[in-house]
């Protein structure tokens, strides 16, 4: 019998990527079961139609979480910062898996963590603003604060890096500067950021549930690439067949952007930057490839997903 791994954020990015993975795996080890607040969206049915069995859960409701994760192997655990902006939420939504892990006895939990920068960076360096003030970069610190929950159960941290889907979704693709050239704009300096193609973090997520007894108790970074701003540029204009300038964006402006979380994401990029040392050390590229040998780099990323960028 193929062992159940209970997914949440089934219908997104790396929960989705996790469940096609298991769904696609020739060995037949494991079995997802896909948990979403609507089973009956297309999304859901779109999870069904591979095998998996859809059932309804909600990571704010804890009774719901405990008759998701009962009878399963394992738990894909991660948390939807940008659907709330509240740090404090994905505390007590974290919080309520690693307790429905714990009712269900699982034998390994994977927490889709990252970086507590404060650990690095205390709220005392006004180098960098702190925000809702307790926190330097809310959308990291609330998941590494979070890992307590997980510290007694067979977990394995997993340290997801930036998404090139940003490109496409997130309105951090190429812009349109006023001399008619489009430009990449990140405050990252002439620093090098991880990346990773979203739907590959399911697919090294499968590697480690494969591996347990290797990561059970260990930290792992993925990414598929670790690239400068400026190389990053290069590689869109070849994919895009039109030069793209890379526009090292000066933190304060890109503080003052303007969007829900612009000041959260200048942080992440002022850690990202000066922390560069650390975060290459701790997405490991090489790894990622061993957990998933499909592992996609920048450039094949943009062979499949160039045409779906916008051009603003
Ligand atoms: N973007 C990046 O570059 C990046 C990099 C590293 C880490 N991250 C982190 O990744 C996390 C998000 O993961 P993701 O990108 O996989 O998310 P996502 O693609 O936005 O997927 C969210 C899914 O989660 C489900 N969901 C939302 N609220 C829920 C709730 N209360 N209970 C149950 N399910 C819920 C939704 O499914 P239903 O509607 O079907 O329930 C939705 O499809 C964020 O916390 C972010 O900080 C992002």
């Known amino acids: 019998m193929p062992k159940i791994i209970a997914v949440a954020g089934s219908t997104g990015a790396q929960g989705g990527g996790l469940v096609r993975a298991i769904q696609r795996d020739p060995s037949g080890e494991f079995t997802a079961r896909a948990l979403t607040r609507d089973p009956g969206s297309d ?15 909600n990571i704010d409701d804890p009774e719901s979480l405990k008759r998701a994760f009962a009878g399963a192997h394992g738990a894909y655990c991660v948390t939807f910062y940008w659907a709330h902006l509240s740090p404090e939420r994905e505390l007590s939504q974290a919080k309520a898996m690693a307790e429905a892990a714990k009712h269900a006895g699982l034998q390994h939990v994977i ?3 990252l970086e507590d920068t404060r650990k690095h960076v205390p709220l005392s360096d006004r180098r960098m603003p702190t925000l809702m003030g307790k926190y330097k970069v809310p959308h990291f610190d609330a998941k590494g ?13 997993s340290y997801a890096s930036f998404y090139w889907e940003n490109f496409i979704y997130f309105g951090m693709g190429p812009k ?6 489009f430009a990449l704009n990140l405050p990252m300096g002439n620093k090098r950021m991880t990346g990773i193609a979203a739907d590959d973090i399911g697919a090294c997520a ?17 990414a598929g690439d670790a690239l400068t701003g400026a190389q990053m540029a290069e590689a869109l204009s070849k994919a895009l067949g039109k030069p793209i300038r890379y526009n090292a964006v000066p933190l304060d402006v890109y503080r003052n952007l303007g969007f829900p979380g612009a000041d959260d994401l200048a942080n992440m990029f002022q850690f990202y930057a000066d922390f560069e040392p650390l975060l290459l050390a701790s997405r ?5 490839r061993s957990l998933n040998p499909a592992l996609q780099s920048f450039d094949q990323w943009l062979t499949a997903n160039a045409s779906r960028i916008p051009l603003g």
Do not use: C, I, Y
Request: cysteine-free.
């Open 111 to 113: 927490w889709s963590t």
């Open 43 to 57: 999304k859901a049915n779109a999870l069904a139609a591979l095998g998996a069995e859809v059932v309804a859960a």
């Open 176 to 181: 349109q500067g006023p001399d008619g050239v």
């Open 206 to 222: 499968l590697g480690l549930f494969k591996r347990r007894d290797e990561f059970v108790g260990k930290k792992v970074g993925l």
């Open 145 to 157: 604060e979070a890992d307590q929950f997980f510290a007694g159960l067979p977990t394995t941290f």
């Open 284 to 288: 490991d590229v090489r790894l990622s």
